[in-house]
């Protein structure tokens, strides 16, 4: 019966990421720096609003957008934090993950032999979604400009098919972000053209030194851009699924008929948490932020010690070292490193051939596991 399954499915591969995260997980003694999740646990202020969501049996379907009240709170949140500002009746749709939210989306905005640029490496998440769609992903090659998308490296690939350009920052892998101007530059580019933007921010709240700067947050833009976002990374809510897009009231609407066929709405529960956690000033998230700065630096000191080299990440919770001295492909390296040091990093080529010659490593993990992982990384390296 294979003859009758999707044909498009034969190119998609699953993510080299939980390859690497597999083969780890089967040996306790793996000091596993591969999945990008905090190891926070949810703060209990959250979580206590799940149970009494469970408790008071707000348990049924809601709206399919979400609960008005849910995006009414995610409208003041965005304001106050990014200031860019969609309307809760119409233009919010709380999704399971921004995952489905970033499926959703492309689902909607794309038909066959649309193009979609995207800046590579990247997260494996929209490519296959691409191809899904019948459409053609154009990639952009930014590891020889310090991983950074710049305006006129998206010029050079708008062609008269172009329907949407990707920006994923603060990025995964590469803990990169984009800074105001450059922001602006890839505006001006773009604010005549009718093309979407989907700009995925889910790492927003995770940046170190600098404030997030919104595409959306530039008027020319608002009416274009699909913005991204939720609580996985910021609140350590990964499990309770709970995505957020925000966009046109077109595009919603039309968002809105996929993820009803799809899911028919988020779930009751984490909408409950998540209204709790956008509503409620606790400090947990500078916390947690403060804790990862710690340990970016701690891990950037010692890949350079190792002599690899490394751009600082602006944010998000991963270093994206370059390996190519090894003289070894990524997987080869990654497989090697989990097999003889009994640590697990993510190899380059799961975010494209444009990773190849670099390892992912999330420091989303405790200062003592990242000093054994270092120790056992630097023991490895010196052996090749």
């Known amino acids: 019966m294979t003859g009758v399954m999707n044909p498009r499915l034969r190119s998609i591969h699953i993510s080299g990421i939980r390859t690497i995260a597999a083969m780890a997980e089967k040996d306790p003694d793996v000091i596993n720096l591969t999945i990008g999740q905090p190891d926070f646990p949810t703060p209990d202020y959250i979580k206590e609003a799940g149970k009494r969501a469970i408790d008071n049996n707000k348990t049924a379907y809601t709206h399919t957008a979400g609960m008005l009240e849910l995006r009414e709170a995610v409208n003041q949140y965005m304001q106050k934090k990014y200031q860019f500002n ?17 499926d959703t989306a492309l689902r909607t905005i794309l038909e066959e032999g649309s193009e979609v640029i995207i800046p590579m490496p990247v997260f494996p998440g929209y490519e296959p979604v691409v191809q899904m769609c019948g459409a053609v992903p154009i990639y952009i090659d930014t590891s020889k400009n310090g991983f950074k998308v710049s305006a006129d490296m998206i010029k050079e690939k708008i062609t008269d098919n172009t329907r949407c350009l990707i920006l994923s920052y603060p990025s995964n892998p590469t803990g990169r972000t984009l800074n105001k101007q450059e922001i602006q530059e890839i505006a001006d580019l773009l604010k005549e053209r009718d093309i979407f933007v989907i700009s995925d921010e889910i790492y927003s709240e995770l940046l170190y030194e600098n404030k997030h700067s919104s595409i959306a947050s530039i008027p020319e833009m608002r009416d274009k851009t699909i ?67 710690k340990r970016r630096d701690y891990m950037y000191e010692r890949l350079i010690g190792m002599g690899l080299e490394v751009y600082k990440p602006e944010g998000a919770f991963y270093l994206f070292p370059s390996i190519s001295s090894t003289g070894i492909s990524s997987m080869d390296f990654a497989i090697k490193l989990l097999q003889e040091e009994k640590t697990a ?16 490593i999330s420091y989303a993990s405790s200062m003592e596991h990242l000093e054994v992982g270092a120790n056992r990384l630097e023991r490895f390296i010196k052996k090749l």
């Not at 969609?86 to 993950?97: C, F, K, M, N, Q």
């Not at 966009?247 to 609407?253: C, H, K, L, R």
């Not at 990093?345 to 992912?360: H, K, L, N, Q, T």
């Open 86 to 102: 969609y309307r809760p009746d119409d233009e919010i749709l709380i999704t399971a993950g921004a995952s489905q939210a970033i």
């Open 345 to 360: 990093v993510v190899p380059g080529d799961a975010f494209s051939e444009f990773g190849e010659g670099y390892i992912r």
């Open 227 to 293: 913005v991204i976002n939720g609580l996985s990374k910021s609140h350590a809510m990964t499990g309770w699924r709970l995505g957020i897009a925000m966009g046109p009231s077109e595009i919603i609407a039309e968002m809105s008929k996929v993820q009803l066929y799809n899911v028919t709405c988020a779930s009751s529960i984490s909408q409950y948490a998540a209204l709790e956690a956008l509503t409620k000033e606790t400090g947990d998230v500078p916390r947690m932020v403060k804790e990862y700065r």
